[in-house]
């Protein structure tokens, strides 16, 4: 899931404007309104955990996240050639190359293999409870790093909230032993990886495309993965179940939602669009247990309910309204 409102992003609107087009006159106009556009992005992104759980039954983690990445990658970067031109694109990824290389790191090569892994190890709705830290992991990165933040008793107490809802989240598996603790582990050290990718993008990207981020993100994190999926290959052929999941994978959370991302962003500001951190684990849960039987326990749901208040508190927002003194974007 990538951090909404990492980056300053120059041109979406003028790039996907007529970008989305392929995507139907329907979704286009969908997208257009608030929370049409809210629900169905965090209804994308809820569904990755159960997709990855799918495909990591047949695929080993670093080849899964290696076809995903790669074939996202090549997918956005047709996009940026269809809409910018073959000549400009190329141009653009070679100028962007050190901040791709960076995030193609940070906010996909390592934070999407460590929820590949982990969700060998755990349900999918946990990992997506895990996940729901990341906005908690970026304002401790902002004390150390974006200096001017702010930081008075209400967002220390989210932090400490937060951070108690992550800690109840990995120990609560007794029955599935250390194993399944350190899946969620894993899922929460994404989370942090995520956190780096947002606080690196505060301070590093400026006037860039975000679909040249996609792309030479994406394509910098194959190259990284390669030669872990080379030392990691499926034994056997996949299953039809696990080929779909991974095919659903690419084509709706990574490529599908990225572009909705930047089109909401343009459209509605980073401050509003923050809600999906919200409802992403809702969806997820909801998957998990009708698509996969996965069990809703009063553990994860209070889990849940103490990382979403702790990032409330830590971030300054209200659920229904704009950042506390703030104005709304």
Known sequence: MPIVGTFRLRGIGRNLHSGCGFLGGSLLHLVRSYWPSL?????IWGGSYLFIKVAVEDIPPAAMTEIRVLVAGILLAGFLALRTGARRSVHELRAAWKPCVVLGTINAALPMSLVAWGETRIDSNVAAIAQASVPIFVVLLSLRFLPHEPLGPTRIAGLVVGLVGVALITGAHPESGAWAALGTLAVVLSSVSYASGGVYGQLQVKGTLGPVLAAGSMLAAAIILLPFAIADPPVDAPGA???????????????LGQLLLFRMLRLFGSRRMSLVTYLLPGFALVYGALL????????ALGGLALILGGVALASGQRILGPRLHEEAA
Request: hydrophobic share 70%; aromatic share 0%.
């Open 292 to 299: 996969l039987d996965e069990p809703i326990t009063a553990i």
């Open 241 to 255: 179940t696990a080929v779909a999941g991974l095919i659903a994978l690419i084509l709706l959370p990574t490529v």
């Open 39 to 43: 629900l169905l992005l965090a209804g």
